[in-house]
């Protein structure tokens, strides 16, 4: 399978938003507070030659592309891919949601990703409205939009604690936008579905991929050699469609991070054999 493996650099620290974001919804990022520099020479020691960051990691590099760019020429590491999130369902807001995304986008496309991926649709105090898939829908074409303009090729990426979780919410949002589809095992999982079926369902719409595993009790995420997801059907389901392209694998948090990516590469070296 002529894949090419990159590891989230997320784990390297706490994560979470910019507290700022509270009152001003351009700032309210995604970020791992860590040492992100760290993180990619520990991804490229571990063996993998990708990386995603956050958004709210990549705009500490706005205006200053060159010094990640190093790193990561150092390290054998390309970026694959930035990610992003937001409510996308309420209009007053929706405005400075897509102009942060589209800064993020930008520097991602200046240091060479490939991909733009997002996450979100909010679960509102009262309910789901009736129109809230297709206000995500509508939304989420917007950052097709903003992949475009940049370069990039642009992702949904269902979330626990968002209005699309299980599979049947996965298959309406799917309804109401182009947008390509990043299945995430993990949540997947945890959400009610079966990551290998939700592959070949949504098979001509995959081009990008986050590998994750998660156990149920306690609630947590794990390298990809443990836990309660059955990774062999996932990764035989990704050969079945033929899946070529970049996978990146996901560890929230760990208490060696380095540890965690080796695992993970272990694990996937056996699982996929010569690539």
């Not at 507290?19 to 490229?44: C, H, K, N, P, W």
């Not at 309804?175 to 098979?203: M, N, S, V, W």
């Not at 060696?256 to 272990?266: F, H």
Request: a negative charge.
């Amino acid at each position: 399978m002529p894949v090419k493996l990159a590891y989230h650099a997320n784990c390297w620290g706490p994560l979470g938003g910019n507290a700022v974001g509270v009152t001003s919804i351009t700032q309210l990022t995604y970020r791992t507070f860590g040492d992100m520099e760290q993180a990619i020479r520990e991804i490229g020691a571990a063996g993998y030659v990708g990386t995603e960051l956050f958004d709210g990691n990549l705009l500490d590099y706005e205006g200053r592309i060159g010094d990640l760019r190093a790193v990561l020429d150092q390290s054998g590491v390309v970026l694959v891919a930035g990610y992003s999130g937001a409510n996308f369902i309420f209009d007053d807001i929706l405005g400075e949601e897509l102009v942060r995304i589209e800064r993020a986008a930008a520097v991602a496309a200046e240091l060479g990703a490939e991909h733009l991926v997002v996450g979100g649709g909010a679960k509102r105090a009262n309910g789901r409205q009736a129109d809230d898939f297709k206000r995500l829908g509508a939304a989420l074409d917007k950052v097709i939009d903003i992949g475009a303009k940049t370069g990039l090729r642009a992702h949904y990426h269902p979330h626990l604690s968002t209005i699309v979780e299980g599979p049947e919410e996965v298959r309406e949002i799917f309804r109401h936008t182009a947008i390509d589809f990043c299945p995430d095992t993990a949540h997947l999982a945890a959400a009610g579905g079966d990551p290998a079926a939700q592959i070949r369902e949504f098979k001509d719409r995959i081009s990008y991929v986050h590998l994750k595993g998660w156990q149920r009790d306690p609630f947590a995420f794990t390298p990809l050699d443990r836990g309660d997801v059955d990774m062999a059907p996932i990764v035989e389901a990704l050969k079945d469609i033929g899946f070529s392209g970049w996978i990146t694998t996901e560890l929230d948090a760990w208490a060696d991070p380095r540890q965690g990516a080796v695992l993970s590469m272990d694990y996937l070296n056996k699982a996929m054999g010569p690539r």
